[in-house]
C-alpha cells in the first residue's frame, strides 16, 4: 500500500500534466446551470435541454475499459455521470484516465438521461478540473475513527458523514426558528462587546486579553446580561443577543471554553412569564423542525407536548438526594452528603456551591423531562430579585431535560441598593479565596440608579439545546471546530 507521501507525489504528478496541456487545475469561473439536487428535483425537465453544466466532487469511480461512472458531491445532493469513451473526444477520455482522482472537483457539461436501473444519470460529453485533490479522502466506510482527529478535521468529517453534515444542518435550522420566535414576539436583536473591562454576569474564570491601543487588559465575555440591562435602562423594551461566550474553565461533554448562548430581556417581565415564553419557544422550535413534540435523546422518548413540570431547588434535593431540610442544612451535613455521592468537596467553600455540587450529581442525572427548577437560595445568583415571600429565595428557574440544563432565566434585580450589597458578598468571596464570582461593576450600577424597569432575563445555552435536539452527548459534536489542545507533529 502506498505511503502518504507517495500518494500526493503521484497526484502533484498529475496536476502537472494538466498544466503541461497548458489547462487551469484551480480555474477562477464554473459553468454550473443547477445544484445536484435540482438536477435531481428537476431531472424530467431538465432532460428536455440538450446540455447542461454540473459541477461537484467526484467521491466514487466505477467501471472500466471505455465505460466509466463517477459519483459527483456538490454539498447539496450525488448525483451519478457516465463517460464513455466513444462519446468524448479521445483526449478528454484519456486525460479523465490519467488526471482525476477520487476526491477532485470537477465541471462536467452533457445530457440527461435515466439507466437500465432508473438511475438518473449526466452523460458526459466534455468535463473540466475545477480543483484538483492532493491528499486522498478518508476511506468512505471507515472514514476517520480516531475522535479527536474528527473535530481536528472537521471538513473531512463533515464531507464524508452524511449523519454529521445533518446534524449542524439541524442547529442552524434551530438558530434560525429561535431568532424568528424572538423577532416575532418584538425583541430586537444587538450586538454587545466582546472585549470587556469587567468580567460580570456571571460566576465565570475569564480569558484576559491586552489592548496595545488603551494599554489596558481586557476579559473576553462570559455573559451579555450586563450590557443587555444597560439597554433596557437606555428605552428598548425587548432585546437579545446571540453570540460566543469564553469561559476558561474545564472541557467535558456539556463544557467548552468556547460556547454559543442568547441572552434576552424583556421589560415588565418575571420569572413566571419567562417561564411560559421559554414553553412556547421550545415548542415552535421542535415541532418546526420534526414536526413533532417528541424526541428521542440518549434512548429515552423526550415529550414537550405536556405542560412542563415545575419544581423547587429544595424539593429536588428531598426527594433525589435524600436531604430532609437542605435549607437548614449545615456545611458539615452537606460535606458529608456529598462525599457520600461520589463528589469531590476539597475545594468546594460555601453551602451554595456544595448544595449545586450535590443537585449535579443526585439530581440532574434524573430528570429526562422537561422540568422548570424554580426558588433557588439568593446566594446563587447574584442579579436575581428576591421572592417577595421568602427574602432567602430568588425568583429563578432553570429549564432541564434529557438530563441536560439549557435555560436559566430569573425575573432580574434592579435595585441598586440591594445589587450593591450583592456585589460587596461577592467581592468578599473573592478576597477569601473564591475563583468564579461576578465582580463589581460600577458602570452597570450607576446605569441602574437611573432607574430600570422590571424584567425578565433569559439565558439559553445554544450548544446544550443543540445536543438535546440532535441526540448528541459529547458538546464537540455540535460545535463546528471545539477548542482542542494544539497538536504537536
Same mark, same amino acid.
Given at each position: 500500500?502506498?505511503?502518504?507521501?507517495?500518494?500526493?507525489?503521484?497526484?502533484?504528478?498529475?496536476?502537472?500534466?494538466?498544466?503541461?496541456?497548458?489547462?487551469?487545475?484551480?480555474?477562477?469561473?464554473?459553468?454550473?446551470?443547477?445544484?445536484?439536487?435540482?438536477?435531481?428535483?428537476?431531472?424530467?425537465?431538465?432532460?428536455?435541454?440538450?446540455?447542461?453544466?454540473?459541477?461537484?466532487?467526484?467521491?466514487?469511480?466505477?467501471?472500466?475499459?471505455?465505460?466509466?461512472?463517477?459519483?459527483?458531491?456538490?454539498?447539496?445532493?450525488?448525483?451519478?455521470?457516465?463517460?464513455?469513451?466513444?462519446?468524448?473526444?479521445?483526449?478528454?477520455?484519456?486525460?479523465?484516465?490519467?488526471?482525476?482522482?477520487?476526491?477532485?472537483?470537477?465541471? $462536467?457539461?452533457?445530457?440527461?438521461?435515466?439507466?437500465?436501473?432508473?438511475?438518473?444519470?449526466?452523460?458526459?460529453?466534455?468535463?473540466?478540473?475545477?480543483?484538483?485533490?492532493?491528499?486522498?479522502?478518508?476511506?468512505?466506510?471507515?472514514?476517520?475513527?480516531?475522535?479527536?482527529?474528527?473535530?481536528?478535521?472537521?471538513?473531512?468529517?463533515?464531507?464524508?458523514?452524511?449523519?454529521?453534515?445533518?446534524?449542524?444542518?439541524? *442547529?442552524?435550522?434551530?438558530?434560525?426558528?429561535?431568532?424568528?420566535?424572538?423577532?416575532?414576539?418584538?425583541?430586537?436583536?444587538?450586538?454587545?462587546?466582546?472585549?470587556?473591562?469587567?468580567?460580570?454576569?456571571?460566576?465565570?474564570?475569564?480569558?484576559?486579553?491586552?489592548?496595545?491601543?488603551?494599554?489596558?487588559?481586557?476579559?473576553?465575555?462570559?455573559?451579555?446580561?450586563?450590557?443587555?440591562?444597560?439597554?433596557?435602562?437606555?428605552?428598548?423594551?425587548?432585546?437579545?443577543?446571540?453570540?460566543?461566550?469564553?469561559?476558561?474553565?474545564?472541557?467535558?461533554?456539556?463544557?467548552?471554553?468556547?460556547?454559543?448562548?442568547?441572552?434576552?430581556?424583556?421589560?415588565?417581565?418575571?420569572?413566571?412569564?419567562? *417561564?411560559?415564553?421559554?414553553?412556547?419557544?421550545?415548542?415552535?422550535?421542535?415541532?418546526?423542525?420534526?414536526?413533532?413534540?417528541?424526541?428521542?435523546?440518549?434512548?429515552?422518548?423526550?415529550?414537550?407536548?405536556?405542560?412542563?413540570?415545575?419544581?423547587?431547588?429544595?424539593?429536588?434535593?428531598?426527594?433525589?438526594?435524600?436531604?430532609?431540610?437542605?435549607?437548614?442544612?449545615?456545611?458539615?451535613?452537606?460535606?458529608?452528603?456529598?462525599?457520600?455521592?461520589?463528589?469531590?468537596?476539597?475545594?468546594?467553600?460555601?453551602?451554595?456551591?456544595?448544595?449545586?455540587?450535590?443537585?449535579?450529581?443526585?439530581?440532574?442525572?434524573?430528570?429526562?423531562?422537561?422540568?422548570?427548577?424554580?426558588?433557588?437560595?439568593?446566594?446563587?445568583?447574584?442579579?436575581?430579585?428576591?421572592?417577595?415571600?421568602?427574602?432567602?429565595?430568588?425568583?429563578?428557574?432553570?429549564?432541564?431535560?434529557?438530563?441536560?440544563?439549557?435555560?436559566?432565566?430569573?425575573?432580574?434585580?434592579?435595585?441598586?441598593?440591594?445589587?450593591?450589597?450583592?456585589?460587596?458578598?461577592?467581592?468578599?468571596?473573592?478576597?477569601?479565596?473564591?475563583?468564579? $464570582?461576578?465582580?463589581?461593576?460600577?458602570?452597570?450600577?450607576?446605569?441602574?440608579?437611573?432607574?430600570?424597569?422590571?424584567?425578565?432575563?433569559?439565558?439559553?445555552?445554544?450548544?446544550?439545546?443543540?445536543?438535546?435536539?440532535?441526540?448528541?452527548?459529547?458538546?464537540?459534536?455540535?460545535?463546528?471546530?471545539?477548542?482542542?489542545?494544539?497538536?504537536?507533529?
Amino acid at each position: 500500500m502506498a505511503s502518504f507521501d507517495e500518494i500526493r507525489q503521484i497526484r502533484l504528478s498529475k496536476l502537472q500534466i494538466l498544466k503541461d496541456k497548458g489547462l487551469n487545475p484551480y480555474p477562477i469561473s464554473t459553468h454550473c446551470d443547477v445544484t445536484l439536487k435540482e438536477a435531481c428535483d428537476k431531472f424530467e425537465e431538465l432532460s428536455k435541454k440538450t446540455e447542461l453544466f454540473l459541477a461537484g466532487r467526484v467521491m466514487a469511480v466505477r467501471g472500466q475499459g471505455g465505460l466509466v461512472f463517477v459519483d459527483l458531491f456538490d454539498g447539496t445532493a450525488t448525483f451519478q455521470a457516465l463517460l464513455k469513451k466513444d462519446e468524448l473526444a479521445a483526449d478528454d477520455f484519456s486525460l479523465w484516465s490519467e488526471t482525476v482522482d477520487i476526491g477532485d472537483i470537477v465541471e $462536467i457539461n452533457g445530457t440527461l438521461f435515466t439507466t437500465k436501473r432508473s438511475e438518473k444519470t449526466l452523460q458526459v460529453k466534455s468535463w473540466r478540473m475545477l480543483a484538483k485533490s492532493l491528499r486522498p479522502l478518508p476511506e468512505k466506510w471507515h472514514g476517520l475513527t480516531d475522535t479527536e482527529e474528527r473535530f481536528r478535521k472537521r471538513y473531512l468529517d463533515t464531507l464524508m458523514n452524511e449523519e454529521v453534515r445533518n446534524r449542524f444542518a439541524v *442547529r442552524s435550522r434551530m438558530i434560525t426558528e429561535i431568532r424568528n420566535f424572538y423577532n416575532s414576539r418584538g425583541y430586537l436583536e444587538v450586538e454587545t462587546p466582546r472585549l470587556q473591562s469587567v468580567a460580570g454576569g456571571a460566576s465565570a474564570e475569564p480569558f484576559v486579553t491586552h489592548s496595545n491601543a488603551l494599554g489596558v487588559d481586557f476579559y473576553l465575555t462570559i455573559a451579555q446580561e450586563l450590557y443587555l440591562k444597560q439597554l433596557v435602562v437606555g428605552g428598548y423594551p425587548r432585546v437579545y443577543e446571540i453570540g460566543r461566550k469564553f469561559r476558561n474553565e474545564g472541557i467535558d461533554v456539556t463544557h467548552n471554553p468556547e460556547f454559543t448562548m442568547l441572552e434576552s430581556q424583556e421589560v415588565f417581565s418575571d420569572a413566571t412569564g419567562q *417561564r411560559a415564553f421559554i414553553e412556547a419557544l421550545v415548542r415552535h422550535v421542535v415541532t418546526t423542525l420534526f414536526g413533532k413534540l417528541e424526541i428521542s435523546y440518549a434512548g429515552s422518548t423526550i415529550n414537550f407536548e405536556a405542560p412542563f413540570a415545575v419544581i423547587t431547588f429544595y424539593d429536588l434535593l428531598r426527594r433525589y438526594a435524600l436531604l430532609p431540610s437542605p435549607e437548614k442544612a449545615p456545611m458539615g451535613e452537606l460535606t458529608l452528603k456529598a462525599k457520600q455521592l461520589g463528589v469531590t468537596v476539597e475545594n468546594i467553600k460555601t453551602r451554595e456551591k456544595m448544595l449545586d455540587a450535590i443537585y449535579k450529581k443526585a439530581v440532574r442525572p434524573k430528570l429526562i423531562q422537561p422540568t422548570f427548577i424554580i426558588d433557588y437560595p439568593v446566594e446563587m445568583n447574584p442579579f436575581a430579585k428576591r421572592k417577595e415571600e421568602d427574602p432567602t429565595l430568588i425568583d429563578r428557574f432553570q429549564l432541564v431535560a434529557g438530563t441536560l440544563e439549557f435555560v436559566n432565566a430569573f425575573s432580574e434585580l434592579n435595585n441598586p441598593l440591594d445589587q450593591a450589597a450583592r456585589y460587596a458578598e461577592q467581592d468578599k468571596q473573592k478576597r477569601e479565596g473564591e475563583g468564579e $464570582i461576578s465582580p463589581s461593576d460600577k458602570v452597570y450600577l450607576e446605569a441602574m440608579e437611573y432607574g430600570m424597569p422590571p424584567n425578565g432575563g433569559i439565558g439559553i445555552g445554544i450548544d446544550r439545546l443543540a445536543m438535546l435536539l440532535t441526540d448528541s452527548h459529547n458538546i464537540r459534536e455540535v460545535i463546528f471546530f471545539p477548542m482542542l489542545r494544539p497538536k504537536t507533529e
